[in-house]
């Protein structure tokens, strides 16, 4: 009973395609995020979806495109793979829309990709 | 720049030791918490602290809020392997949680 699941677990593909990482929460949570972790480890946060609306967006390339088609998904589109967008990519859930102090996020186990 | 700043950046001690982690920041806030990622996984929560001043306990690991709710301290006493990972300040700040940049803990059998 995976509380976020994502998929695929890792992703090879080449300069210039187009790939795309699903995200589930079976939390009930109204909010989900996108957060990007470099090979520093430190964790950026990308995007962000209250109850399908998109709340956050952090100056990320227009090459990137989330959908969120019902509060339990968000899923995340990469056109025109770049190198530098290699990275393990995580996905999260909370229950409301502000990281409250009681709140804490619950993250998938993240999707490693490489570009090539 | 980071909201959240970490140190040591890297720790790596023998079985039975102990350690202290630091998050800084010039911010005030009003709640932080603390995560632990280990390899191949995402961040799990471990703690959030509330109060300035407060100390919190979870088994061998000891939270504290600075006074000021601006820093906060991680103690892990009689380090065990299974304390090995990444551990990772956050705090929210305009509707999102910013992390700082880690601390990687190494703990030697």
């Not at chain 2, 720790?11 to 191949?40: A, D, K, M």
């Not at chain 2, 690991?61 to 299974?82: E, M, N, V, W, Y």
């Amino acid at each position: 009973d995976t509380a976020v699941s994502q998929t695929p677990k890792y992703l090879v593909t080449q300069m210039g395609n187009d790939k795309s990482i699903k995200c589930e929460q079976n939390l009930g949570h109204d909010t989900m995020y996108w957060y990007k972790q470099d090979s520093k480890k430190f964790l950026k946060i990308m995007f962000s979806y209250n109850n399908k609306e998109l709340i956050i967006n952090e100056t990320v390339p227009n090459r990137f495109s989330p959908k969120s088609p019902d509060k339990a998904h968000l899923n995340l589109h990469i056109n025109s793979l770049e190198l530098g967008d290699s990275a393990v990519y995580f996905c999260a859930s909370s229950s409301s829309g502000q990281a409250i102090w009681w709140d804490g996020y619950t993250f998938g186990s993240g999707t490693r990709l490489t570009v090539v | 720049t980071q909201l959240l700043k970490q140190s040591p950046q890297f720790l790596s001690i023998q079985e039975g030791e102990n350690l202290t982690v630091y998050c800084n920041s010039s911010s005030v806030f009003s709640s932080l918490q603390w995560y632990r990622q280990e390899p191949g996984e995402g961040p799990v929560l471990l703690v959030t602290v509330v109060t300035g001043g407060e100390v919190k306990k979870l088994k061998r690991l000891t939270f504290q809020f600075g006074d000021a709710r601006k820093d906060s301290s991680l103690h892990i006493t009689a380090a065990q392997p299974g304390d090995t990972g990444l551990y990772l300040c956050a705090a929210s700040n305009d509707y999102k949680l910013s992390f700082g940049a880690g601390t990687t803990v190494t703990v030697r059998a």
